[in-house]
DNA sequence: GGACAGTCCGTTCTATATCC
DNA sequence: GGATATAGAACGGACTGTCC
């Protein structure tokens, strides 16, 4: 038997607040809790909730305030909606082996999940955040917990790996979709404030070719960035584009997922090892020592940043805690005593 | 006028640096 | 962890010139 003590770690921060808040609306949207202007309508109110009041998290600058709020205006403008039954935060349970057997039980919620027509199971996790770090290099990493949760809906369902489709809906940015002279159509990834603006050279080439003289051109294309939108362009030029919501794509075989299940369970070995040492805190502090002057350790590490480790040092006051027991969620000696239909039960009813 | 090659230049991707 | 800024490399669309 493992017990967890329930601990709160202060993690918050401004891009945790308005992170949260969007998740919740976009979900009530993709659940037709609410319509279009509803959604619209509810992130205004929260905005105007944040500015109101004294005591809210800030944006590190004003520039970095206006192009993130500008860009989620924007998403719960246009951004899609879907034509099937929308599952959000849905608790999946992934039951994994490490390499002596042992099993390892993960719980995790998908922000949300829809079968499509033919049968693919779209998972989508959102975000907030600049896609500067969701390079192909980072993706790997950055995709475990949505490969997690595939993994978690394939041993649940048995839908093959090939029918389970992953995607980050990066809620900044838009996919623009513009059309060569060619003919031929190209997509290009913006963020959602500015995409006009950043078509402006195409549409430099483009009206000139529909008869329209170069300052006249100067002049729409400027009344269209103002107004991020092209209503004020030609026809024939305005159909030249359209705005879809930009996902990043996570690919998923059963090559992939063998080789998560591996890195994760081994991840899980050096924890165990970590904290079977005799006495951990001696070995943590002279490993990695505390720097009060590094953002990481205020901040980021879960071990700095802990309660306990605060109370400890006398950095805060200590706090009465209650203690939550856990049948063996993370494997114990005998497997046998784990009843994964219990669990199951448990987080799904 | 169509096909092709070469050049220019804007866009995209990626890595890195820096800050909180 | 989040953010922005910047630089360099790679890519490819648009344009131009030439040839047939």
Redesign the pocket.
């Known amino acids: 038997m493992l017990y967890i003590e329930k601990r709160r770690i202060n993690t918050d ?1 401004v ?1 945790t607040i308005f992170g949260s808040e969007c998740h919740e609306i976009i979900q009530d949207y993709l659940a037709k809790k609410i319509d279009r202007a509803e959604m619209s309508k509810s992130w205004a109110s929260f905005v105007e909730r944040w500015e109101d009041d004294p005591t809210s998290f800030q944006f ?2 004003k ?2 305030e206006s ?2 709020l500008d860009n989620l205006t924007h998403y719960f403008k246009h951004t899609e909606g879907l034509n099937y039954p929308v599952r959000n935060e849905k608790p999946v349970i992934a039951k994994l082996h490490d390499k002596d057997g042992k099993l390892l039980v993960f719980v995790g919620y998908v922000d949300s999940e829809y079968t499509d027509e033919d049968g693919n199971l779209h998972l989508i996790d959102f ?4 896609k ?2 969701f ?4 993706l790997p ?1 950055k995709s475990m917990q949505l490969l997690l949760y595939a993994i978690a809906e394939h041993q649940r369902t048995g839908i093959p790996y090939d029918k389970i489709k992953c995607k980050f809906d990066m809620q ?1 940015y838009c996919t ?1 979709h513009y059309q ?3 003919g ?1 159509w ?1 997509t ?3 963020e959602r404030s500015q995409w006009v603006t ?1 078509m ?3 549409l430099k ?1 483009k009206l000139p070719k529909v008869d329209i003289d170069p300052i006249t051109a100067e002049e729409m294309i400027k009344t269209a960035s103002d107004f991020n939108n092209m209503d004020n362009l030609p026809e024939s030029i305005q159909k030249q584009f359209f705005i879809t919501n930009y996902y990043i794509e996570v690919k998923i075989s059963e090559e992939t997922c063998d080789k998560l299940e591996k890195k994760i369970t081994g991840y899980c070995n050096d924890i165990y090892d970590l904290e079977s040492k005799e006495d951990i805190k001696t070995y943590l502090e002279i490993n990695y020592p505390y720097d009060p002057d590094n ?2 350790c205020k ?2 590490c879960a071990y700095h940043s802990s309660r306990e480790f605060k109370e400890e040092n006398g950095m805060i006051e200590p706090e009465v805690t209650e203690s939550l027991e856990v049948n063996d969620i993370f494997g114990g000696e005998d497997e046998s005593s784990t009843n994964d239909d219990d669990l199951l039960n448990l987080l799904l009813n």
């Open positions: 921060n891009y590190d600058t520039k970095i192009g993130y975000k907030t955040s600049s500067t770090t390079t192909p290099k980072n990493k900044k623009v060569l002279e060619s031929k190209k290009s990834a913006q950043k402006a050279n195409k080439t953002f990481y901040k980021l």
